[in-house]
C-alpha cells in the first residue's frame, strides 16, 4: 500500500509539471494564435539555465565550466527569464512566417538547441549529463515524507502558473490575441500590431516553460540532453488535445488524464520481455484514446467556453 501511495505521489507531481507547460501552450495556441511545435526547446533552456546557476561546482571528471552554486529563488528567476530570452531569440526570424511554416521553424529550434546541450560539454556536461542535483527543502524533511513535500512544492508552482495564464486570458492582451486567433485581419483594423503582440505572447509562454523546467530538474535530480527530445511536445499536445484546447480546465485535466494513460502501467510487476511489450502498449493507449476523443469529442474534454457580455460591457 505503502509503494502504491508513493507511485501515486510521484504521477500527481509530474502531472502538475505537465500541467504547467499545457497551460503555457495553451496560453500559446489555445488562446492565442501560435501553434508551437517546439515548446521543448524553451522547457530544456530553463531547466539548464536552473542547473548551472544554483548546482555546485563541477567535479574533477565532470567537464563542464559552470556550476555557480546561487540560491533556488535566483534560479527559479533565471530560469524563466533564460527561457523567456530564448523564445525572443526565436520570433525574431520566426514570427513573420506563416502558420505551417512557423510550426516547422520551431520544431527545427528546439532539435537545434538539444543538439547544443548534447554538443556543448564545456557547458552541459554534454550527454553525460549533470547528476546529483540538490531538491528544495530536502534536508528538512525524513526521506520517506519528501515525495509529499516535492508533490506540494509542484501543486503550488502549477496553482501559480493558473493564476497567471487565467489572468493574461481575461486582461486586454488576452483579448488581443484571441483577436488575432479569430481574424487578424479585423485585429489589425482594430489597432493590434499582430507581430509585437505575438512576439509578447511567444516570450511569456516560453518564461512559464522555462519556470516549469525547474520543477522538472527537482523531480529528476540530473538533466540530460534526452529528456528534451521531440517526444515531449508531442506528449503536452496529446494532453493538450485531450483535455481541450483554449479551454483552461481543459489543459489542467488534460495533463492529469496523460499522465493516467502513460505512466499508469509503469506499477505493474511484470517480467523483463513483458515490460518492453508494456512500454509500447503505453504509447499505444495514449493513442487510441486520442482517437476516441477526436472522433467523438473533437474540441476535448473541456471545450472552451465562448466570451459572454456582461450588462456592463453591453452598454458600453
Known amino acids: 500500500m505503502d509503494g502504491l501511495l508513493i507511485f501515486a505521489t510521484s504521477m500527481v507531481t509530474l502531472a502538475a ?3 504547467m507547460v499545457c497551460m503555457a501552450l495553451n496560453l500559446e495556441a489555445g488562446v492565442g494564435p501560435l501553434w508551437d511545435l517546439g515548446i521543448v526547446g524553451c522547457f530544456g533552456v530553463g531547466g539548464y539555465a536552473y542547473v548551472l546557476l544554483t548546482a555546485d561546482p563541477a567535479a574533477d571528471y ?6 555557480f552554486g546561487l540560491p533556488m529563488w535566483v534560479g527559479a528567476i533565471g530560469a524563466a527569464t533564460a527561457a523567456g530570452l530564448a523564445a525572443w531569440l526565436i520570433s525574431l526570424p520566426t514570427l513573420r512566417l506563416r502558420k505551417e511554416y512557423f510550426l516547422i521553424v520551431t520544431l527545427a529550434f528546439a532539435e537545434v538547441i538539444r543538439q547544443f546541450y548534447a554538443n556543448e560539454e564545456w557547458l552541459t556536461n ?4 549533470i547528476y546529483g542535483l540538490d531538491q528544495p527543502l530536502k534536508q528538512q524533511f525524513a526521506p520517506g515524507d519528501y ?3 516535492l508533490m506540494a512544492l509542484c501543486l503550488a508552482g502549477l496553482a501559480a502558473t493558473w493564476a497567471l495564464t487565467r489572468q493574461l486570458s481575461k486582461s486586454p492582451f488576452g483579448r488581443s490575441i484571441k483577436a488575432l486567433r479569430e481574424n487578424e485581419a479585423l485585429a489589425i ?3 493590434i500590431e499582430p507581430t509585437a503582440t505575438s512576439r509578447r505572447l511567444y516570450v511569456t509562454a516560453g518564461a512559464i516553460t522555462g519556470f516549469a ?3 522538472f530538474v527537482w523531480y529528476n535530480t540530473l538533466i540530460v540532453p534526452g529528456q528534451f527530445d521531440s517526444d515531449f511536445t508531442f506528449f503536452i499536445w496529446a494532453a493538450l488535445i485531450i483535455g481541450g484546447i483554449g479551454s483552461q480546465r481543459g489543459a489542467l485535466v488534460g495533463a492529469f488524464v496523460f499522465i493516467l494513460l502513460h505512466d499508469s502501467l509503469r506499477f505493474v510487476q511484470v517480467s523483463g520481455e513483458m515490460a ?5 502498449l503505453r504509447t499505444a493507449l495514449v493513442g487510441l484514446v486520442l482517437i476516441l476523443i477526436l472522433r467523438f469529442r473533437p474540441d476535448g474534454l473541456f471545450p472552451e467556453r465562448p466570451d459572454r457580455m456582461t450588462k456592463g460591457s453591453r452598454h458600453a
Open 17 to 19: 509539471i505537465y500541467g
Open 62 to 67: 565532470q567537464s563542464y565550466l559552470f556550476g
Open 126 to 129: 554534454g550527454v553525460a549529463g
Open 147 to 149: 515525495p509529499y513535500v
Open 189 to 191: 483594423t482594430a489597432g
Open 213 to 215: 523546467g525547474m520543477f
Open 276 to 280: 518492453v511489450a508494456l512500454t509500447s
